[in-house]
């Protein structure tokens, strides 16, 4: 087969995002205008695409981030299992490691490789693994979709492309992210590689 082309975006920037406020999987907020900006922004750079499908969680904010490519009448799945992580009864609340003696406990738990904690009521990192396998197989089971636009959330894309290049999940944390940016995956029939990491360069002049 050809090589298949992942383009692996995190969605655009909400209100929530810019207050340090968690969303996980059970907020659904709308991009803010900084959050629409950066969504118009990679449309421009990259409609020319020949895109087979795009795909994204079942969140809004993630179909507000490829509404230009869905404009254009391309193929489009939502997947339960590229949602964000689940924080249970803390999603809506403002925590930082640096404030809050639990979350950062967790955190810490996931860097040592205990990746079945979670936050009460949450998800842990092995249980969104899980959720995430259906989606990574229907990926190399679509040879016909040579170039797909993934739309995902930040901790749930840290999960998957560790899934993806067959590194622990205790390495989430290697995978950086800011709204809107671009993760490039080459899927050859046999493996996944990662071609071009963090890309913002379409966010030049963009709010962060």
Same mark, same amino acid.
């Given at each position: 087969?050809?090589?298949?082309?992942?383009?692996?975006?995190?969605?655009?920037?909400?209100?929530?995002?810019?207050?340090?406020?968690?969303?996980?999987?059970?907020?659904?907020?709308?991009?803010?205008?900084?959050?629409?900006?950066?969504?118009?922004?990679?449309?421009?750079?990259?409609?020319?695409?020949?895109?087979?499908?795009?795909?994204?969680?079942?969140?809004?904010?993630?179909?507000?981030?490829?509404?230009?490519?869905?404009?254009?009448?391309?193929?489009? &799945?939502?997947?339960?299992?590229?949602?964000?992580?689940?924080?249970?009864?803390? !999603?809506?609340? @403002?925590?930082? *490691? %640096? /404030?809050?003696?639990?979350?950062?406990?967790?955190?810490?738990?996931?860097?040592?490789?205990?990746?079945?904690?979670?936050?009460?009521?949450? &998800?842990?990192?092995?249980?969104?693994?899980?959720?995430?396998?259906?989606?990574? !197989?229907?990926? @190399?089971?679509? *040879? %016909? /979709?040579?170039?797909?636009?993934?739309?995902?959330?930040?901790?749930?894309?840290?999960?998957?492309?560790?899934?993806?290049?067959?590194?622990?999940?205790?390495?989430?944390?290697?995978?950086?992210?800011?709204?809107?940016?671009?993760?490039?995956?080459?899927?050859?029939?046999?493996?996944?590689?990662?071609?071009?990491?963090?890309?913002?360069?379409?966010?030049?002049?963009?709010?962060?």
């Amino acid at each position: 087969m050809s090589v298949k082309k992942i383009y692996l975006i995190r969605h655009g920037q909400t209100d929530f995002n810019v207050a340090g406020i968690v969303q996980g999987s059970g907020v659904d907020s709308d991009l803010n205008a900084a959050g629409r900006q950066q969504a118009a922004r990679f449309f421009a750079a990259y409609q020319h695409l020949p895109f087979d499908k795009v795909y994204t969680s079942t969140l809004k904010r993630t179909h507000q981030s490829v509404q230009g490519f869905l404009d254009l009448g391309l193929p489009h &799945e939502q997947h339960s299992g590229l949602n964000e992580i689940s924080w249970g009864v803390r !999603e809506g609340m @403002r925590i930082t *490691p %640096e /404030e809050d003696e639990e979350y950062n406990g967790v955190l810490q738990q996931w860097r040592r490789g205990e990746s079945h904690a979670r936050l009460l009521g949450g &998800e842990s990192p092995d249980e969104v693994a899980a959720r995430q396998r259906p989606f990574i !197989e229907l990926l @190399r089971n679509r *040879p %016909e /979709e040579e170039t797909v636009l993934v739309c995902m959330h930040g901790r749930a894309m840290r999960v998957l492309l560790c899934q993806l290049l067959n590194y622990p999940l205790s390495a989430m944390d290697s995978f950086e992210h800011r709204n809107l940016c671009l993760y490039k995956v080459h899927y050859t029939g046999s493996m996944f590689s990662v071609n071009s990491f963090l890309d913002v360069a379409h966010l030049q002049d963009c709010p962060s």
